[in-house]
């Protein structure tokens, strides 16, 4: 059963009834069920069994400090692209020893500072990274894990903005120079090539794309240990997609199984950074209708969430499920969900039947990734607050701004 769900004709996150928190905390807000999280990773985690593995949540899918110290109680990695995340997974509690740092414009002081704390692995993008990664390891008297990112060449059929593994996008090394780099990075002096890793888009939906993905990771791994590099893991990113509509993406079970049959008897460990396959459905954003507007040719419900709070519509026409959340009686009419924000692009959904009345809540459905985390101050409006929901209780984990947080980092010219 999902952990968002109806009860007494009223929506419920666990055993907590959402409008509950609403009334505590205002709107709009976004509320995390805990138990969703820990299933997310848990399907992950046992999907591989006994064959040595870590699943690394992408953390930029959601990187509220309390999300990281619900995965890192479960003994979850993290994948990391920036210092900033770093800090929040150490905060949280999470070990750095299971942190893969990915990214392409890493900064020398990031470097730095994942070395001091000691990283499981650098994710490496490029040969220029290598070699700045090689100086910054020796001037710290320390050796620099490397796993080399190659760019594979496969087309995850999916949005173009979240396609990562094509050779024109920006991300890791062609696959056709990575023996080549792998043999530069074996010499160098401060580095020990540990790993190979791929992450070809995000929202994939079969199994096809990963399997083309690992068809050329494991040609690679077989021929470099015919030249004597043994590498001791292979990433293979994040992506796996999930439900927002009518979407029937392979289950963590389907996927691993399947990645586990093409390993045949290598022994090497499996890493896997899944972001949005944990976080996605294990959150809501709530928004308020303010009023109801009809012209000629629409009909608007105006609500207090928009474009700065929730981002996916706009950017990727994404379409994320609206439902409310004590459904009233009464005929339903065609809605398009629109935001204060002064731009046309401020929706939230289009064309949503529903029966509403302002001040009514409502629920935009699969918001736990690449939800708050996208989020902005976007014509100087406060973001939301965060809440975990653990049983019959929840918590506040981000307050909501306030325009003196807002003001705090600026200053007039003297
Ligand atoms: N690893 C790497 C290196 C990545 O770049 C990403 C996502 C992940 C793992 C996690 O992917 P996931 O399992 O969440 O698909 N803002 C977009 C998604 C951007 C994903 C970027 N990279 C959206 O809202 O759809």
């Known amino acids: 059963m999902s952990q968002f769900h109806y009860q007494n004709q009223t929506l419920f996150a666990e055993q907590v009834a959402v409008n509950r928190i609403a009334d505590a905390v205002g ?5 995390y069920s805990r138990q969703a999280l820990e299933n997310h990773w848990q399907a992950f985690d046992e999907a591989f069994g006994t064959h040595p593995h870590l699943i690394c949540y992408a953390v930029k899918a959601n990187s509220n400090l309390a999300v990281l110290n619900v995965l890192a109680q479960q003994g979850a990695g993290f994948d990391i692209v920036s210092q900033g995340e770093l800090e929040r997974v150490l905060k949280a509690g999470g070990d750095a020893g299971k942190v893969v740092f990915s990214g392409v414009g890493k900064l020398p002081e990031e470097m730095r500072r994942a070395l001091q704390v000691g990283v499981y692995c650098f994710n490496v993008e490029s040969e220029a990274e290598l070699e700045t990664l090689n100086g910054v390891a020796g001037e710290m008297g320390k050796i620099a894990p490397v796993s080399l990112r190659v760019n594979p060449d496969v087309d995850a059929q999916t949005h173009p903005y ?7 996008n920006k991300f890791g090394i062609d696959i056709d120079r990575a023996i080549t780099v792998f043999e530069r990075a074996a010499e160098l002096p401060n580095i020990k090539v540990t790993g190979i890793d791929c992450h070809i888009g995000s929202q994939l939906t079969s199994v096809t794309p990963f399997m083309d993905a690992l068809d050329r ?12 590099i043994q590498l001791e893991h292979m990433d293979i990113g994040g992506g796996l ?12 079970g389907d996927y691993v199984s399947a990645l586990l049959e093409k ?6 460990k499996i890493l896997m950074e899944p972001g949005r396959a944990i976080a996605a459905n294990a959150g809501i954003m709530l928004t308020r209708v303010l009023l109801l507007k009809s012209t ?3 009909h608007f419900a105006v609500v207090d969430g928009a474009m700065n709070d929730l981002i996916r519509p706009s950017l990727y026409s994404a379409w994320q499920n609206i439902i409310p959340v004590t459904p009233r009686a009464g005929q339903t009419q065609s809605y398009d969900i629109v935001g204060p924000v002064c731009e046309t692009g401020d929706f939230l959904g289009k064309d949503r039947e529903l029966s509403i009345a302002p001040g009514d809540l409502l629920a935009i459905c699969s918001a736990g990734a690449y939800g708050f985390v996208m989020s902005s101050n976007y014509n100087s409006r406060n973001r939301a607050a965060e809440v975990m929901v653990d049983g019959d209780a929840f918590y506040t984990v981000r307050r909501r701004e306030t325009y003196e947080d807002q003001l705090a980092l600026e200053s007039l010219v003297p």
């Open 27 to 31: 709107s709009p807000c976004y509320v």
């Open 162 to 168: 979240i396609s990562t593994g094509l050779k024109e």
């Open 217 to 228: 990771l494991l040609d690679r791994i077989d021929e470099l240990g015919a030249k004597g």
């Open 241 to 252: 997609g999930v439900r927002y509509r009518d979407e029937q993406p392979p289950t963590p």
């Open 263 to 268: 390993l045949g008897s290598r022994k090497i």
């Open 296 to 298: 000629e040719a629409k």
